[in-house]
């Protein structure tokens, strides 16, 4: 299945940017949604951002809606994170997702929703990578 990797978390003051990146091992991620997930120790995993495959289509939650932007480079199998005026509260590890066309999760973790566009079926995962922020 495809591998994930992230980079690009660290320590960050209050009010200050980071950005997230993602490398996916083969091509056909091009094909699919890919997104981004944080979670918080005791907490369940939570949805952060998707892109559709072509980069045409972009949702948030509303937790971080005009603070994040999510971007893709199709040419380089990769999805970006850029966070901005980051809080304490978007402290969490964050994790890449893709849609892989297949039932099969790399964690076992596996999340669906309905968007605008259409389903969204996430099934492969990264390591994480920590975000803090702190005030």
């Known amino acids: 299945q495809v591998q994930l990797v992230e980079s690009g978390g660290g320590s960050v003051q209050a009010g200050d940017s980071l950005r997230l990146s993602c490398a996916a091992s083969?091509?056909?991620?091009?094909?699919?949604?890919m997104g981004w997930f944080r979670q918080t120790p005791g907490k369940e995993r939570e949805f952060v951002a998707v892109?559709?495959?072509?980069?045409?289509?972009?949702y948030y939650s509303d937790s971080v809606k005009g603070r994040f932007t999510i971007s893709r480079d199709n040419t380089k199998n990769t999805v970006t994170l850029q966070m901005s005026s980051l809080t304490p509260d978007d402290t969490a590890v964050y994790y890449c997702?893709?849609?892989?066309?297949?039932?099969?999760?790399?964690?076992?973790?596996?999340?669906?929703?309905?968007?605008?566009?259409?389903?969204?079926?996430?099934?492969?995962w990264g390591q994480g990578t920590q975000v803090t922020v702190s005030s």
């Open positions: 997702a893709a849609e892989t066309g297949t039932a099969s999760s790399s964690d076992g973790y596996r999340y669906t929703r309905l968007f605008p566009d259409g389903q969204v079926d996430f099934t492969a």
């Open positions: 083969e091509s056909t991620v091009t094909s699919y949604a």
């Open positions: 892109i559709s495959w072509n980069g045409g289509s972009t």
